[in-house]
């Protein structure tokens, strides 16, 4: 499975930007979803998940600004990100887990500026 992390970039406080990253494959509707976010000198640390049912958890920092989402028919999960701060800038992964493997993207710059 390949998964491609696109819709990073520099923004300023209080912007918005919306990830997107797409899952090669099959049985992506079967999937759990999640984005995690590491930035320099930091753990790599969860930020949103979604389940298959469309259940999703966030992290207390970004609840109530970001929103994960996923299309079954394109194979792809989001994260909507708004009113963004300084302290959200981070590399932006997503990850699949399946039957109890787990697959990471690449990876997607999102710098806030102040």
């Known amino acids: 499975v390949q998964l491609q992390a696109s819709g990073g970039g520099l923004v300023q406080t209080g912007g918005s930007l919306r990830l997107s990253c797409a899952a090669s494959?099959?049985?992506?509707?079967?999937?759990?979803m999640g984005w995690y976010r590491q930035a320099p000198g930091k753990e790599r640390a969860l930020v949103a998940s979604?389940?298959?049912?469309?259940?999703?958890t966030y992290a207390d920092s970004v609840k109530g600004r970001f929103t994960i989402s996923r299309d079954n028919a394109k194979s792809t999960v989001y994260l909507q990100m708004n009113s963004l701060k300084p302290e959200d800038t981070a590399v932006y992964l997503c990850?699949?887990?399946?039957?109890?493997?787990?697959?990471w993207g690449q990876g997607t710059q999102v710098t806030v500026s102040s």
């Open positions: 979604i389940t298959s049912q469309g259940t999703t």
């Open positions: 494959g099959s049985m992506f509707s079967i999937a759990m």
């Open positions: 990850k699949r887990t399946l039957f109890g493997r787990i697959a």
